[in-house]
């Protein structure tokens, strides 16, 4: 009997330890499986954060290009800058004077270029998007400044907000890209910036456009010299010949006159208008972005 418990015991002691390496081996492997896991977890983590890091380098670099970039475009700027005032400050005190024609091309627009290459002389045009525009194209070939106006020239449309203002400026711009091939950002509010007509459509609009139209790039211009040919539609041109005289005084002198087609006044008075400046000593030039532009007390 004895002999048969010490061999159960045997036999169970044997059974205990296979079973016991078997358990072993199982949690061996399951810690191994496990070990690989998080060995590719963490290989993983690793690689993403190796590729964050490269995007933080990446960024950073491009911050450190963006902040170089910046500071050159803002001493090209401060030199710019610095030349239009030289160049403004040498001209203070030279009597010079701006002609500008308003509300074309029409039919009279050939004829005062005549006029202009006759005297030597430049000017800007203030266009809109009816009538002659096929002269656009004339005004900038001969060397004439161009700027925008308005397509429509309708207060109660362009007036009622500033959207419907700068959808109308686009307009504009786009076709005398089109039709000369240049993108120019001098403009003239219809009216003036100072008028009041505005008002009816909306309240405040010349104050709000005369801030965004210089926070978009474009640079307006009003009058200190009213030729006052728009004050009927046909004034006579030495009505036109005698207000410029009585305006004409300030050394730098922005003249308002008009190319619309019924201005032929305009084209008659026009010789007499520039030998009378040039007796007062003045020269002419075509309005620029170097040009302080002279703006009137806005009213709306």
Request: proline content about 2%.
């Amino acid at each position: 009997m004895a002999k048969k418990i010490t061999v159960f015991f045997i036999i169970l002691s044997a059974f205990i330890t296979i079973a016991a390496t078997i358990g072993f081996a199982v949690i061996k492997q399951n810690n191994q499986q496990q070990l690989l896991g998080l060995q590719r977890q963490l290989a993983s983590m690793s690689e993403s954060l190796q590729q964050q890091q490269d995007e933080l380098i990446q960024q950073q670099q491009q911050l450190e290009q963006a902040q170089q970039n910046y500071e050159s475009e803002k001493q090209r700027a401060d030199r710019l800058q610095s030349d239009i005032d030289t160049l403004r400050e040498k001209n203070a005190d030279k009597k010079i004077c701006f002609l500008t024609f308003d509300d074309g091309p029409s039919k009279n627009t050939p004829k005062i270029l005549d006029i202009l290459q006759r005297y030597n002389i430049k000017a800007t045009f203030f266009v809109i998007g009816r009538g002659e525009t096929k002269y656009m194209k004339n005004i900038v070939d001969a060397g004439h400044a161009i700027g925008l106006h308005s397509y429509t020239h309708d207060f109660s449309q362009i007036y009622q907000n500033e959207t419907a203002y700068f959808e109308d400026l686009q307009k504009l711009s786009d076709l005398v890209r089109e039709k000369t091939g240049v993108t120019t950002t001098l403009l003239r509010f219809p009216g003036g910036s100072s008028n009041i007509a505005s008002k009816k459509y909306c309240s405040g609009i010349m104050t709000t456009l005369a801030k965004s139209v210089e926070q978009k790039g474009y640079t307006y211009f009003d009058w200190n010299c009213d030729s006052h040919d728009a004050d009927s539609t046909t004034v006579p041109a030495s009505e036109i010949i005698n207000g410029i005289k009585r305006e004409a005084g300030p050394k730098h002198l922005t003249v308002l006159m008009h190319d619309a087609g019924t201005k032929t006044s305009t084209v008659e008075a026009l010789p007499a208008v520039i030998e009378y400046l040039q007796q007062q000593g003045y020269s002419f030039q075509k309005l620029n972005k170097i040009v302080k532009p002279y703006h009137h007390r806005i009213n709306n």
